[in-house]
């Protein structure tokens, strides 16, 4: 992390009242599994997706350059609880019973926020705490059990004294600055630490007889997390999207564990206080991935990048449509995740998210188009950017068709139309019934619109490899076989192709260097 937070002062462990195993132990196996580069790395089990181009290392201005968006993100960590490094950490925990003895200190010890305080701070996320407490102080577990999990800094995001209240500034002040990938690599650590709690209430609650400690202790790791929540969401705006859809994830499927889990009615009870207190939180991050998706509606809406750009950028795909793909699939990366949740955290809420951002994405694009001038530009900007769309998120398109055929009309249809007579419709039927008119000059009418329209857009771009060849294919099939027909049916025409510099199989050859930008 660029601001390392190691630079916290460590907590005393003289009142360490647990025997545990070296201090730390855990928190550096977590750490293995890490965060790397501002993003958690995903595990050899986790899935990983599609990040919505490769070519999205430019962002189209500050707002965007800074999404934090990447396929390698914190939610890869969230797609699967029980199947990664973390399991075989909880498993190792579990099996040393460094578990059953937190749970066990944290009830009977005399100090159970301090036996919690150990774990989230063995859970490294930590660095947070409140001041040192001395012997006695009932948060003195809870410092060993944070620290263990990497995270023991989320409990200054509550209270702050002394040194640490430099986290205390740090999350009221200077966190609305800090950069998406800051805020993911601290998002991460949060994550692995929630996914191992979780894990390890699930497991202990098995082999400790007295359900309703398992559920206490459960609450109050719970509680001392989602305060980093509650932190982080007045101040995390449009490029911090990452972290909120990643969060939202963690949450919503934690719901599903302690829906799962049964025992004594008072322990059934404090698991419905957890699950309200994610439902709380589930709904506030929700609210927050909405508002925020609104103020991006409203800053692509106003940049001032789409008429600098648009007329001379070749009809390549734009680069906020690169930016909202990567939303887009960022948010169904989100909602596959939450699959498994309670009802209550059920995927509809990003299902509808999702539609109506790709249906704003097509509308802005629509509107956008009309900055062009050229109405062949206009719909090769809009086929380069449907298709784009269709590729990463929705798979194929009719819109694909229908812009590649309007390109095709306003592009080509002149060199068609100096061969026949003008038809309804110059790529369908009714042109086989048209008449022949003005033999003598139709072949060099053809070629002349036929370079017109080459010269024009020997330069455009067409990214996509595959529908650059696609592109070029169906000119062929349609202009230049219109072209070869024509010379077949009126053999006296073939005068006015010389040197072979007019054939259709030179005009072949040219279309293949179309749209390399």
């Not at 707002?63 to 909880?90: C, K, M, P, Q």
């Not at 620290?147 to 999350?171: A, I």
Request: proline residues 5%; contains cysteine; aromatic residues 10%.
């Amino acid at each position: 992390m660029a601001e390392r937070l190691a630079a916290v002062p460590e907590l005393s462990t003289t009142s360490f009242t647990v025997p545990s195993p070296p201090r730390g132990s855990y928190r550096d196996l977590i750490r293995s599994v890490g965060v790397s580069g501002g993003l958690v790395r995903p595990s050899p089990y986790s899935q990983s997706g599609h990040s919505g181009s490769s070519g999205n290392s430019t962002a189209s201005s500050s707002y965007l350059s800074n999404s934090g968006i990447s396929s390698r993100s914190a939610s890869d960590a969230t797609t699967d609880f029980g199947a990664n490094e973390l399991t075989v950490i909880t498993h190792r925990m579990f099996s040393d019973g460094y578990i059953e003895r937190m749970v066990q200190a944290f009830e009977s010890g005399g100090d159970p926020s301090r036996e919690l305080e150990k774990w989230l701070f063995e859970l490294d996320v930590g660095w947070g705490l409140p001041a040192p407490a001395g012997p006695g102080d009932p948060s003195r577990e809870l410092e060993k059990w944070l620290f263990e999990l990497d995270v023991e800094w989320v409990l200054q995001v509550r209270e702050g004294h002394g040194p640490r209240r430099q986290l205390q500034f740090l999350f009221q002040v200077q966190l609305p600055y800090k950069s998406a990938s800051w805020l993911q690599e601290l998002v991460g650590r949060w994550i692995l630490a929630f996914i191992i709690i979780l894990v390890s209430i699930e497991k202990v609650a098995f082999t400790v007889q007295d359900m309703p400690t398992v559920a206490r202790f459960g609450k109050a790791s719970i509680s001392a997390m989602l305060v980093f929540v509650d932190a982080v969401i007045p101040v995390l705006k449009e490029g911090k999207l990452q972290a909120m859809l990643d969060m939202y994830a963690c949450v919503s499927r934690a719901s599903y564990y302690f829906t799962t889990l049964v025992g004594s009615p008072e322990a059934h009870s404090i698991f419905n206080e957890i699950d309200g207190l994610l439902e709380i939180r589930g709904n506030m991050l929700s609210e927050a991935i909405s508002s925020t998706m609104e103020e991006v509606r409203t800053l692509m809406e106003d940049d001032d990048s789409w008429a600098i750009e648009l007329p001379r950028g070749g009809g390549d795909v734009h680069r906020n449509t690169r930016c909202m793909v990567d939303y887009v699939v960022s948010m169904k990366k989100a909602r596959a995740s939450t699959l498994n949740s309670a009802l209550s955290h059920d995927p509809v809420y990003l299902d509808g998210l999702i539609d109506d951002t790709m249906d704003y994405l097509k509308d802005l694009l629509l509107r956008k188009s009309e900055l062009f001038l050229d109405p062949s530009l206009r719909y090769l900007f809009l086929l380069n950017n449907s298709y784009f769309v269709a590729q990463v998120v929705s798979g194929p398109s009719a819109e694909c068709e229908k812009y590649m055929d309007s390109h095709l009309d306003v592009s080509w249809g002149n060199a068609v139309s100096s061969l026949y007579c003008k038809p309804k419709s110059i790529f369908g039927t009714t042109l086989l019934c048209c008449w022949k008119w003005d033999n003598t000059s139709s072949v060099a009418k053809f070629q002349s619109a036929f370079h017109k329209t080459y010269q024009a857009q020997r330069f455009w771009k067409v990214p996509d490899p595959q529908l650059r060849c696609a592109l070029r294919k169906i000119i062929t099939k349609r202009i230049v076989s219109a072209y070869r027909n024509y010379l077949e049916e009126h053999p006296e025409q073939q005068k006015y192709v010389i040197d072979g510099n007019s054939s259709p199989e030179c005009f072949e050859k040219l279309l293949t260097e179309l749209f390399e930008g």
